[in-house]
């Protein structure tokens, strides 16, 4: 399995930005798409995970302001990032979960800086 990322960039506070991710690969009927991210200094922190079945988590910080969706026909996931502030800037990390503990992937890191 692969995963290739992109999008992100750079906003000011208030602005919008998309990233997408598409993998390649079989996986599993059950698994789970979406971003974690890590600002300097901090761990990594989950952004939004979405099941195949439809169910989306979000982190409270981002709760209303991002949206995660799945083209499951396109294999491909899209975060969606309005009213950006300050502290979402970070590298924001693509991961793909399927069932068991080997069953996780990771695409390259898409760094998103907000700032005025």
């Known amino acids: 399995v692969q995963l290739q990322a992109s999008g992100g960039g750079s906003a000011q506070p208030g602005g919008s930005l998309g990233l997408s991710c598409a993998f390649s690969?079989?996986?599993?009927?059950?698994?789970?798409m979406g971003w974690y991210r890590q600002a300097p200094g901090k761990q990594r922190e989950l952004v939004a995970l979405?099941?195949?079945?439809?169910?989306?988590t979000y982190a409270d910080s981002v709760k209303g302001r991002f949206t995660l969706t799945r083209d499951r026909a396109k294999n491909t996931a899209y975060l969606q990032m309005n009213n950006l502030r300050p502290e979402d800037t970070a590298v924001h990390y693509c991961?793909?979960?399927?069932?068991?503990?080997?069953?996780?992937?990771w695409g390259q890191g898409t760094l998103v800086t907000v700032s005025s």
């Open positions: 690969g079989r996986i599993g009927s059950t698994n789970f």
């Open positions: 991961n793909l979960k399927g069932v068991g503990p080997q069953a996780n992937w």
């Open positions: 979405a099941s195949n079945g439809g169910g989306i």
